[in-house]
């Protein structure tokens, strides 16, 4: 079992930047891909970012490209998202997501409102 909690998200002016964290517990954490998503108010939950468990291979989507930058400290059991460049779209809650062939896992997420 793999438990995450996010952390860094808050109110913050568009253009302003942010740094979510996603603390992981158990032994096996660099076994896992790990990933960012976000659900923005009155939408569907949509992917950000995806790291693989080495950190050697990451992926993001369009709208962030370029801006948002996921990395993870395997050694401390946390995944990081920098967001740079904030718009009031980004706003949205963000989910850290752990993911392996056959099993996935969510944090509770963390608010992220970026004001025009």
């Known amino acids: 079992q793999v438990q995450l909690v996010e952390s860094g998200g808050g109110l913050v002016q568009a253009g302003g930047s942010l740094r979510l964290s996603c603390a992981a517990s158990?032994?096996?954490?660099?076994?896992?891909?790990m990933g960012w998503f976000r659900r923005p108010p009155g939408k569907e939950r949509e992917f950000v970012a995806v790291i693989s468990w080495s950190g050697g291979s990451r992926d993001y989507a369009d709208s962030v490209k370029g801006r948002f930058t996921i990395s993870r400290d395997n050694a401390k059991n946390t995944m990081y998202l920098q967001m740079n460049s904030l718009k009031p779209e980004d706003t949205a809650v963000y989910y850290c997501?752990?993911?392996?062939?056959?099993?996935?896992?969510w944090g509770q997420g963390t608010q992220v409102t970026v004001s025009s």
């Open positions: 997501n752990a993911h392996a062939p056959l099993s996935q896992f």
């Open positions: 158990g032994r096996t954490f660099s076994s896992y891909n």
